[in-house]
């Protein structure tokens, strides 16, 4: 799904870093050093990006 604007846990804005995010990991970087460049350091902000799945192509086909 998309990635929620604020951490549903702390209240902190993550949503404007899913994109430089899904960027550098898909070119192999590793998700921890990722994460840590853009300054998410709490457990409950990291678990947001490392357990969202991207399911919008997926959705969008059922939908006229």
């Known amino acids: ?3 929620p604007v604020r951490c549903f846990s702390c209240g902190k804005l993550i949503g404007q ?3 430089s ?3 550098r ?3 192999g970087e590793d998700s921890k050093a ?3 460049s853009l300054g998410i350091e709490r457990f409950c902000c990291r678990s947001m990006f490392i357990s969202n799945v ?7 086909q059922f939908v006229k």
Do not use: A, P, Q, R
């Not at 991207?54 to 969008?60: H, Q, R, T």
């Open 17 to 19: 870093f899913w994109e």
């Open 34 to 36: 990722v994460l840590d």
């Open 25 to 27: 990991v898909t070119k």
């Open 54 to 60: 991207d399911l919008v192509k997926e959705i969008g």
């Open 21 to 23: 995010y899904k960027e």
């Open 1 to 3: 799904m998309i990635i």
